[in-house]
């Protein structure tokens, strides 16, 4: 089956650095996106990865290992608003996205 | 850019009503829009994907005598919750993709439901 992994919930301070991870097992890789979902809105892109490597997007930097199954979302300067939840989805080999279950950050003064 | 607009954001109303939610990409033409639920602290689950002027392709499990859902346009996609029970109360999401499949997903702000 298809599955995606990343941590429930990851507490962090403001001002620090955190790492969000993420790893997948699917049918095929077409590439992996990040999301963004405050408390009763929707989601937000952050980024597309589909090649090996480090993408970065201001405080938001993405990484991506497709011979590893693994990516992870790194957040510098925390700050109080990107307390949310952060979604890994992976495209599989039929353009289909298979979501995770997200990640709760809370970020703590 | 990239702006999706869904309305109505909330709605409450009786069971056995029919529920009526709007989805439109306002400043790009979305080739696909797909129709989203989600339960507190779960995931998305999706519900079917629509491609402009085609029948919509409905994930297992998903009634679509009870969940139609009508592409009229390359901007505006329809999700019409039929003779709607308490049970299908949930937080209803849109989302449109313009182009090809590697393109992201751009979600309007959703619509929470609640039947009473």
């Known amino acids: 089956g298809q599955n995606i992994d990343q941590p429930t919930e990851m507490t962090a301070t403001e001002g620090a650095i955190v790492q969000i991870n993420c790893t997948y097992q699917?049918?095929?890789?077409?590439?992996l996106f990040w999301y963004q979902q405050h408390a009763g809105e929707a989601p937000t892109f952050l980024s597309y990865?589909?090649l090996d490597g480090l993408e970065e997007k201001g405080r938001f930097s993405s990484f991506l290992s497709r011979s590893k199954g693994y990516s992870y979302l790194l957040l510098k300067e925390l700050q109080m608003k990107d307390s949310a939840s952060y979604l890994c989805?992976?495209?599989?080999?039929?353009?289909?996205?298979?979501w995770g279950a997200g990640t709760k950050l809370i970020i703590k003064p | 850019g990239a702006v999706v607009s869904q309305h109505p954001s909330w709605v409450i109303c009786k069971s056995g009503t029919s529920v009526k939610i709007e989805c439109r990409s306002l400043?790009?033409?979305?080739?696909?829009m797909f129709w989203y639920r989600q339960f507190p602290k779960q995931s998305l689950m999706l519900m079917a994907t629509s491609n402009e002027g085609s029948k919509a392709t409905y994930e297992q499990g998903v009634e679509k005598d009870k969940f139609l859902i009508n592409h009229a346009s390359l901007t505006l996609s329809t999700l019409t919750v039929t003779s709607a029970h308490p049970e299908d109360s949930s937080f209803y999401i849109c989302?449109?993709?313009?182009?090809?499949?590697?393109?992201?997903?751009?979600f309007g702000d959703g619509t929470r439901l609640s039947i009473l």
């Open positions: 699917t049918s095929g890789f077409n590439g």
């Open positions: 990865n589909v």
């Open positions: 989805a992976v495209m599989d080999s039929n353009y289909q996205l298979i």
């Open positions: 400043d790009f033409q979305a080739t696909t």
């Open positions: 989302s449109a993709r313009e182009g090809r499949e590697e393109q992201p997903q751009h």
